[in-house]
Structure formats: C-alpha cells, structure tokens
C-alpha cells in the first residue's frame, strides 16, 4: 500500500523510465500499468523451447523473476527438472515440463497437444532451441543436417503455426525467434546451419509485417558468438569465433527478452549491427570469405570468456 501510494505520488513527478523483477516497464504516468501487468503476468503462460542450457535458460531465468507461468521443452528430463527447481526459486508460476525430441518428425505437433491436454494457454512461445553442425559440406553427415534441418525449421514453424492460431483468438501474444548473425552471412562449414538462420530471419520478418496491427507481435533475437554449449556440441569449440570472447548469454537474453516485451521486430546484442551493416553491403561471397574465418579452427588461448 506504502510502495503504491508512494509510486502514484514520485512517478508523474520523476518522469522517467524503471525496470524490475516482477514489473513491466514503468512509464511516465503509468503507475496504474505497472501494478496491473505485475498481477496479469501471473496468470501468463511462456513456453520455451530450450530452456535448460545457454540463451534459452537466461530467457527463462527472466520469466520467471517476471513470475510468469512456465512451459519448457528440450530432450533431457533431468536437465529440466533441475531447471524447473531453479526457475520456481527465482519466483516463476508453475512450471510444467515437456521432455521432447524436436528433431524428430510430429513432435512439435505432440508438444502444442500436450499443452492443449493440459489446458494451457501459451501467451508468450519462445522458439530458442537450434543446434549446429560443423564441417565441410562435403564431408558432413547428412542424418545430422536433416535432423538440425527439422529442429531449427520444421519445428519452429510448427510451433510458430499452432500457437499463433491460438494467440489470435485469444486477441493477444508474443513470439520470440532465435535467429543469428549467421542469418545474414552464408557461413562456410556451417552452411546448413547458417542456412536454416537465414530462413528464421525471413521467415518472421514476413510473418512479423503480416501480423502488424493485429494483437501478436513476432520479434527476432539476433545473436553474434555466445558463450554457450552450441559449440562444443556442434564440435567447433576451437575456432575463432568460440574463444574469441563470445558474449555472455545472459546479456543477450536481457536484450531478446526486452525487444520481446515492446514487440520489436529484432533484437540486436552489442556488436551485431556492425556485422549486419556490413553483411547487407558487401556481395554474398565475400561476406561468406569473411565469415570463414571466424569459424577457422584455432588454437586455444586465453579469453576472458572461454570455457576450460
Ligand atoms: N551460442 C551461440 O553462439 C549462438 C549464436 C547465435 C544464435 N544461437 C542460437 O541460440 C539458440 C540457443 O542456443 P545456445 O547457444 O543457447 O545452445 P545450448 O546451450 O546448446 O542450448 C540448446 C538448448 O536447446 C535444446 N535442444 C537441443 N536440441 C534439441 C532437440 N533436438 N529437441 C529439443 N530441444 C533441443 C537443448 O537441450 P537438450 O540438449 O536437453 O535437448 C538446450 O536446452 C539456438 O537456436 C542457436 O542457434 C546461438
């Protein structure tokens, strides 16, 4: 009552701008949107696919200090359970857990029906889970490519598919997409991947200006190099662009999560609008020569970030 009264009070007063745990964006006069999201988010549901490691486990760290309900998919059940414990300490709703291999054909389909069995309404979808496989395409495995084809793609739009139906009719929601720098760079020896990046950034570009002024908004999270597991299990944790001082995945989920909730089209972690402006002006070889080499293998050195 003391913390209400003191906001109607300081906020017109102070004019500016505040962001905590638990609250939407305070704005200028906007004391009254601030109580009401805070008791709102409560009974909002995110689904997050990838939420138990690197960018999609900070995403789901900040929904849940946003006390939000939570759905999280991925393959490992016991990684989920630990981060279900997590997630609930840091004050989230519930959290249900969906242990799924998004790679395989119908899972997708599976998740949104488990979902709907259970009576959830997603609000917020999260399609953050990808992987990456490294190589020359000439030698790689082509069950893997497929495999990572169907997980950064098939499912992605799937999930983007159903859940927005969903969304729509219940006049509102929010997508967040994981694309990458790669999106804007053909990137040999993760041609596949970089590919399918490619096909994220288009492919909710379009469907973001298909939906404008409609109640559901679709932003892209562009991330350069993170320092996550994406590479060693992508098997290029000795190239450049994995020791030299990758971003912190807690700074670009903040950065994602913060343009989801304005409904921005992209989110661009620092450093990435360079590689963008650059990548839009050169031609498409001499883009994908440079971006060779940052995925040249390397010896390891010292990074400020770099895992043992
Ligand atoms: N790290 C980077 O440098 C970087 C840069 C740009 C974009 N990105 C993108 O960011 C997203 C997250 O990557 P990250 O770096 O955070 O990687 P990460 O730490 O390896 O996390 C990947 C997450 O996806 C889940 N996952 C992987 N394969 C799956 C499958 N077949 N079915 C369901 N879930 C699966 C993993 O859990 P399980 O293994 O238990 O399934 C894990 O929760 C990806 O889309 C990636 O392309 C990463």
Redesign the pocket.
């Given at each position: 009552m003391f913390f209400y009264l003191a906001c109607m009070i300081c906020m017109p007063v102070l004019n500016y701008k505040i962001n905590m745990p638990g609250y939407n964006r305070i704005y200028p006069h906007g004391v009254q949107i601030c109580i009401k999201n805070t008791m709102k988010q409560q009974d909002k549901t995110v689904l997050i696919?990838?939420?138990?490691?690197?960018?999609?486990?900070e995403l789901a760290r900040l929904f849940a200090q946003n006390r939000f309900n939570m759905v999280i998919?991925?393959?490992?059940s016991e990684?989920?359970q630990k981060t279900a414990e997590e997630l609930r300490a840091l004050g989230s709703g519930t959290v249900t857990i969906i242990s799924?291999?998004?790679?395989?054909p119908g899972?997708a389909r599976d998740v949104y029906n488990e979902t709907t069995r259970q009576g959830i309404r997603v609000n917020i979808l999260v399609n953050?889970?990808?992987?990456?496989t490294y190589g020359l395409f000439t030698e790689t495995d082509l069950e893997k490519e497929l495999?990572l084809i169907h997980?950064?793609i098939v499912?992605l739009v799937t999930l983007t598919k159903l859940y927005l139906k969903d969304m729509l009719a219940s006049k509102g929601g929010r997508i967040l997409q994981?694309?990458?720098?790669?999106a804007y760079q053909p990137t040999p020896r993760l041609a596949v991947?970089a590919a399918t990046?490619a096909f994220i950034l288009s492919f909710s570009d379009a469907l973001g200006t298909e939906l404008e002024g409609s109640p559901v908004t679709v932003t892209t999270?562009?991330?350069?190099?993170?320092?996550?597991?994406?590479?060693r299990?992508a098997g290029m944790e000795h190239t450049k662009?994995a020791l030299n001082d990758?971003?912190d995945?807690a700074v670009v989920a903040r950065v994602g999560y913060e343009a989801l909730m304005k409904g921005d089209a992209h989110a661009l972690p620092p450093g990435v609008k360079k590689e963008v402006v650059k990548s839009s002006v050169l031609p498409n070889r001499v883009v994908a020569r440079q971006a060779e080499k940052q995925v040249q293998e390397e010896e390891p050195r010292k990074s400020k970030k770099a895992k043992s």
């Open positions: 696919t990838g939420a138990s490691s690197g960018i999609g486990l998919v991925a393959r490992h990684h989920l799924k291999d998004l790679s395989l899972s953050d889970a990808g992987v990456g495999a997980l950064n499912s994981l694309a990458s720098v790669a991947y990046k999270l562009i991330p350069n190099a993170t320092d996550t597991d994406f590479f299990k662009a990758p971003e995945p």
